[in-house]
């Protein structure tokens, strides 16, 4: 006889069953060190041991860069939803709105503006949570409004992208996205509006191959993948080895394809200097 299903009553069982959320430790991917999730959160899911930096949802990210936190999220233009009809295991439109319910998001872009240091930004965050960041047309529409905002309103505009790369369920919609944000990008340099790219794990494939790398600054966190095709398809093409950390964030600095490798606690302080360094309107000094 079970005496803790069959005689324990309900209510003393809800107080002796806690049940532990799954994410209450996180394993640390590169030192396999264990650390409590709240721990994660409060060092901007940068592991306290070894400094891994792990991936950071964007309203965190958008929390630590605006002052105080405090901005506004701009609408995202409305996009086709499923414009080849596509399907695979499952319908196309059925798995994103299984992602629209599950991550509370339109697509993979988020726009917002607010202060940083005191000086209008306009921000954009590419969410890997959704659908691996792809890029899609609802992604390029977003990109692309949020530089026209930039340049409407005479801001700065920063980019943090995670992607692995086209939305292969849009097909020649999707590359399309890769010539029209370029535009994009010429027209805030048309209006000599500082655009600033900040690459996270990882950016790959398309998004590499277009706005990703077309910044006047090229920062990447510590330990993103920064590429084109991945590590393993290159060596299957060319038959060799390659060298060790190729297509990481410090290897893509020392061979010149980014500017600065930023840890992401010196993030909000570096493009507040850049962003007033460009602007010609050095950002104000805080106060300690």
Known sequence: MNWYSNVVPPKIKAILKRETPE?????????????????????????????????????????????????????????PLDPLKFRDVKRYVDKIKECRTRTGKVDAVTLAVGKLDGAAVTVAVQDFDFLGGSLGMAAGEAIIAGMAHA????????IFTASGGARMQEGMFSLMQMPRTTIAVQRLRAARMPYIVVLTNPTTGGVTASYAMLGDIQIAEPGAIIGFAGARVIEQTIREKLPEGFQRAEYVRD???????????????????LCGLLTRAPARRRAA
Request: glycine fraction near 6%.
């Open 23 to 79: 994410n209450l430790w996180v394993k640390c991917p590169d030192s396999g060190q264990l650390v409590f999730h709240k721990d994660i959160e409060a060092n901007l899911y940068v592991v306290p041991g070894s400094g891994y930096h792990m991936r950071i949802p964007a309203a965190a990210r958008l929390q630590s860069l605006f002052d105080d936190g405090h901005h506004k999220l701009l609408p995202s233009p409305e996009a």
């Open 151 to 158: 340049v409407e309103q005479r801001t700065p505009f920063i």
């Open 255 to 273: 061979h010149g394809m980014v500017d600065l490798v930023v840890p992401r606690h010196d993030l909000r302080d570096t493009l507040a200097r």
